[in-house]
């Protein structure tokens, strides 16, 4: 038995956000043979949920990067930043005024304002004209209330109220200045981890929480050795959960520096690369 982390976007799901009839088969079948298949994603766990369902398919989840990993349903971990940390955070991305959500133990929420800060920055000629054209880019700035997250009018709503837990901040960096700006200011944070799923978005969390820890921790549940893992992934958020599985996969539309982190490359998303990835180095048991 198998423990095999997926990816969604640009990895499962092709440029469509579709799941190929291909690659859906192949994982049935890594089901069938008594594999474990498990979505690890920076989605939240309602969105994940939300696409499984619409294929019929039943797996372990890890949302917000790893931050909160289910089995059927159940939390059975979750890694949240502290007080300090989300308080630093918020205040730093407030004053950049930038678009944003917070994935928290209540759901996700995001400012009320936050269209009104995605227009400032379409309107203010620095976003460079290939963001527009990234697969990920109408994802990222379609409206909040979309996704039904929750909204609030002051950060201090939700970072200063101790019945909220914070497991991650999404940020929208579109002006490329601003996002270096603020990629500044977060990594000098103590115990934070930066990442992206994209070259306009960052992801914080604390330093334990991510795609890694949330492999592991999944594998701790199973009783599966870390040798007996497989991840697949495309972006840079994707690096920790390869560093740590037993084979990684990176797909043939990976960043570049996320293929240097792989033991092979698959294919590419629009080409079924997880369903070839896991036929040939899975159910055919050729590799682990």
Known sequence: MK???????????????EMSAETLRAIQKAQEQ????????????????ALLDTYNLRCPVGSNNGTSVFVDGALIAQTSLTRAQAQQIALEVEEEFVPYNMATNKGMYAPRNWSERLELVLSSGRVPEEYYGNSHYQMFTTPPTVYG??????????????????????????????????????SAIAETQLASS?????????????????????????????????????????????NVAGL???????????????D???????????????????LQDSYV
């Open 3 to 17: 423990l095999i982390a997926l990816d969604l976007d640009g990895t499962v799901l092709n440029s469509k956000k």
């Open 34 to 49: 008594g594999h474990i298949v498990m979505a690890l994603s920076g989605r939240s766990a309602k969105s994940i949920h």
């Open 149 to 186: 997250h929750t909204l609030f009018d002051r950060q201090e709503e939700i970072v200063h109220n101790d019945e909220f837990t914070i497991q991650k901040f999404l940020i929208l960096g579109l002006d490329p200045a601003q996002k270096q700006r603020l990629q500044g200011k977060l």
């Open 198 to 242: 994209s070259p306009f978005n960052l992801e914080i969390t604390h330093i334990s929480g991510n795609k890694g820890s949330a492999l592991q921790a999944m594998a701790r549940h199973f009783g599966i050795p870390l040798a007996h893992t497989v991840a697949i992934g495309d972006e840079r958020n994707d690096i920790p959960m390869l």
């Open 248 to 262: 990684s996969i990176a797909m043939e539309n990976a960043e570049e520096e996320v293929k240097q982190c792989s």
């Open 264 to 282: 092979v490359v698959t294919l590419s998303n629009d080409e079924h690369g997880v369903a070839y990835a896991i036929e040939k180095y899975i």
